[in-house]
């Protein structure tokens, strides 16, 4: 395991801890404008355990940029950058629901090479770097090879005011869940439990989930099927089997 594999799971264990102290336990939840009148929610937990991540990593690479969900970027212009979401599925921690987690990519030049997720109230410590295949819990895992038809994909709840379903895709699956947690998607994936993640991009929601999957063998990219790299508008991530067939479902733009 790399330094940066190393740390950033360290980061990440540490944060966990932050929102398990507060798991079931908020008092004061308070909303966010994300643009254009759509709002989110913050909680205590993820502004503890942004500044949490970040100091340990700030305290081992000084030299990198940081991008937080609530802070903002930090030295944006370096070559390597973390993206950190300390708490995905916020909506999901505030409402008891246990599908949270925290999520922590290192991008170098526009491209995930590290990725961790992890889940504290299940015990699930997803890692990944470019190369080194993907591992869940210290046991490797691949994507699934299944059809479409036998496929499981993330559609999204609501967000900027709309809800993000593609309906012919929808209609040519074999499952549809929305659980509102990208971290977890991306997670499911990779492990080989689900087959199609299809969202507008959100850098710091996906950066770790993108090197998770193409580590296990999965593929990435715009919806149309053109390159990801961070500052992608779409993201489309499959199990690779479907996934040229799903870009021409995407394609006829139906929703």
């Not at 819990?137 to 709309?162: C, D, H, I, M, T």
Request: with cysteine.
């Amino acid at each position: 395991m790399s330094k940066f594999q190393d740390i950033a799971i360290k980061a990440a264990q540490e944060a966990g801890k932050i929102l398990m102290a507060h798991y079931g336990q908020l008092t004061e939840i308070r909303w966010k404008e994300v643009e254009h009148g759509a709002v989110s929610i913050v909680t205590d937990a993820d502004i503890k355990s942004e500044a949490k991540i970040i100091s340990i990593l700030k305290a081992e690479f000084p030299e990198f940029g940081i991008y937080g969900e609530e802070s903002g970027g930090q030295n944006m212009e370096a070559d390597y950058v973390w993206y950190v979401d300390p708490l995905d599925g916020t909506n999901n921690f505030s409402r008891n629901i246990p599908f949270f987690g925290i999520s922590i990519g290192l991008v170098y030049q526009g491209q995930p090479i590290v990725g961790i997720l992890y889940f504290p109230t299940i015990n699930l410590l997803l890692s990944a770097e470019e190369g080194q295949g993907c591992w869940a819990n210290s046991k490797k895992v691949q994507v699934s090879k299944r059809s479409l038809a036998e496929s499981l994909y993330y559609a999204g709840g609501k967000f900027r005011n709309q809800t993000q379903m593609n309906l012919n895709l929808a209609q040519s699956c074999g499952l549809i869940k929305i659980i509102d947690a990208s971290s977890y998607e991306l997670a499911q994936i990779s492990m080989g439990d689900a087959e199609i993640y299809h969202l507008t991009n959100v850098p710091h929601d996906v950066a770790a989930g993108v090197c998770l999957i193409r580590e296990a063998g999965g593929i990435v990219t715009e919806e149309n099927g053109a390159p990801w790299d961070i500052n992608s508008k779409t993201i489309l991530a499959t199990n690779g089997v479907i996934h040229q067939e799903v870009v021409e479902i995407l394609k006829t733009n139906t929703k």
